[in-house]
């Protein structure tokens, strides 16, 4: 015995939240999770479920942001992790070539076939993309960034000053100078924007994962053209598309693009351990780490931990082994199918978007809030709460609702998620989306009422 029991802290902190509880990290959240129906406690996960604590299954949609590639709790990397600790290798020498960053990088630039790049490993997504600021802008001595509006790229400083949405970068102003938003999917405007030469990088989501948003037929090959012809280096935030989530393992190979730059990160970690990484051009690395005195310029203390490192070489291997990416394709396939079946013959859905595993489902909100009167710009939001809050209490099934100016609903579940949990979404969204059109909005209603008992309570919107 350690002295050391877990159990027993899981079992003194696990019960319901509580506002003490709440007290020590974000008391509003915990307002948000009450408004939301998620002051729930799950005890369990595996795969592409979660249990509460009176055993009930949930199908988690979420996946934890889409990181949940290979399901919670995957017994591979479960072991490999284990391996990690009994073979204990010496962790944050720092100053060494860290045999497991070495490996993964290697088993990294073949999965995303990219042999010839390098790969610089970060912590988080975020932490990705601001590696790839600092390297395009030291690379090509340019001090600008462009992105697309309704842009998401992480929220630290870098990443927040390419964000689209302003409520999110309201109250942190200043942020980097010389970002330039572009109306998404704009030739012309990029165009004009990239003419002075002044921007470093062109940065981009294959498909945005507010909204879920896909670009136009070729508009990301036209991109990368401009980005050729002005010199500006063309970044794909494939954070949350990379590693087989739209069922390839890079999003950029099914949009026929070669970035300079790839961010990856979520899917790498197996929702375990945190990891990311910037997978990009030899020579473009080379320009910005260019001597002994600068092959330390960017960096942190955690990036090639060896259990980051071990949980991305585990990913990479149940990947493979479980042919993963083309189950995304195959479980997207069903699910989108399903949801265009549906919303053929369901006046509540206005669209359905999506590749692979990555999927929004837009709701009509004058359908399904028919006979709400006078809530004004608050109705769009309220539809899709109303429709995550029921998926979740009713079916037991979590979605996330993306997207301020439209109801949007985002499902991405883990890719090893199984037919029958397909068709168990697919159940859930057409009594859900039935229901509350036939009840005229009156479960809108009520979401209503609750927010006017707490009106400065944010409502659980996804920010990605
Ligand atoms: N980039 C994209 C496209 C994302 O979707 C996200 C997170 O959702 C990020 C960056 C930020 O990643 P992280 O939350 O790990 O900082």
Redesign the pocket.
């Known amino acids: 015995m350690t002295g050391f029991d877990l159990q027993s802290i899981l079992d003194a902190y696990g019960g319901p939240p509580t506002v003490g509880d709440a007290a020590h990290l974000n008391p509003r959240f915990l307002d948000l999770l009450r408004l939301t129906g998620f002051d729930r406690r799950f005890v369990r996960g595996e795969g592409a479920w979660l249990f509460d604590e009176r055993g009930d299954r949930y199908v988690d949609a979420i996946g934890g ?2 990181c949940l590639s290979v399901g919670r709790n995957h017994p591979v990397v479960r072991e490999a992790l284990e391996q990690a600790l009994r073979i204990g290798p010496p962790t944050l020498v720092q100053f060494e070539v860290p045999p497991l960053a070495v490996a993964l990088a290697d088993r990294l630039k073949r999965f995303v076939d990219r042999p010839e790049d390098r790969v610089f490993f970060v912590n ?6 601001e590696a790839a600021m600092k390297i395009a802008r030291a690379a090509t001595g340019r001090p600008g960034f462009a992105h697309w509006s309704n842009a ?5 400083f870098g ?1 927040l000053s390419l964000n689209g949405a302003a409520w999110l970068r309201r109250g942190f102003e200043p942020l980097v100078p010389g970002c330039r938003e572009v109306p998404f999917g704009d030739l012309a405007a990029l165009e004009a924007t990239l003419a002075d030469r002044s921007i470093a990088a062109f940065f981009y ?1 294959p498909i945005q ?1 507010k909204g879920v948003i896909e670009h136009g037929t070729g508009v990301l090959r036209e991109v990368a053209e401009i980005c050729r012809r002005t010199g500006t280096l063309l970044v794909a ?5 990379g590693l087989g989530r739209t069922g390839a393992a890079l999003a950029s190979d099914q949009d026929g693009v070669q970035p300079d730059l790839v ?1 990856l ?2 899917a790498l970690s197996a929702g375990m351990v ?1 990891v ?1 990484a910037v997978v990009g051009r030899a020579a473009i690395f080379d320009r910005v780490f260019d001597s002994i005195e600068r092959s330390v310029v960017h960096s942190s203390t955690f990036r090639e931990n060896p259990l980051a490192m071990t949980a991305g070489l585990a990913v990479l291997q149940v990947l493979e082994d479980e042919r993963l990416v083309a189950r995304a394709a195959a479980a997207g396939r069903r699910l989108i199918d399903g949801l265009r079946k549906l919303a053929a013959r369901e006046p509540g859905i206005a669209a359905v978007r999506g590749r692979g595993l990555m999927i929004g489902l837009e709701l009509d909100p004058h359908a399904m809030a028919f006979g709400l009167p006078g809530y004004g710009s608050h109705t769009t939001t309220l539809v899709g709460q109303a429709v995550s809050v029921r998926m979740l209490v009713e079916h037991r099934v979590l979605v996330q609702s993306t997207a301020k100016s439209s109801a949007v609903i985002k499902v991405v579940p883990p890719l090893v998620i199984s037919d029958d949990d397909v068709d168990r979404i697919l159940e859930a969204f057409t009594a859900t989306i039935a229901d509350l059109r036939r009840g005229r909005g009156a479960a809108i209603r009520g979401l209503l009422d609750m927010i006017a008992r707490a009106p400065d309570v944010v409502l659980r919107e996804s ?2």
């Open positions: 942001y889409a988080s997504g975020t932490e990705a993309v998401f790229h992480g929220l630290t990443a989501e994962g935030d494939e954070v949350q598309t961010c990160s979520k945190p990311g920010v990605r």
